[in-house]
């Protein structure tokens, strides 16, 4: 099990089947709509206390994971 796979679920029952963070109900869409829209990693921590660095690395590679599985590569 990667660290993407131990911080990042899925569950229909939570938040419509988003990807979020384990045991919260953080989506990782609202972590990287945070970070885009300026918020520094401390920021977001300071305020989504159940989170730590850990998690806010893990949502940022599950993005850029996801994203080069749906790159074409040329």
């Known amino acids: 099990m990667t660290e993407i796979d131990q ?7 939570v938040r ?10 953080i989506a990782v869409s609202d972590v990287l709509e945070y970070l885009a829209g300026g918020m520094t990693i401390g ?3 300071a305020d989504f206390p159940d989170l730590d660095a850990e998690d806010i690395r893990a949502v940022l590679a599950f993005a850029a994971q996801r994203d080069y599985r749906r790159s074409p590569i040329t």
């Open 43 to 45: 920021e977001v921590l």
């Open 16 to 25: 419509s089947g988003k990807p979020v963070v384990r045991g919260t109900r």
């Open 7 to 13: 911080r990042i679920t899925s569950n229909p029952a």
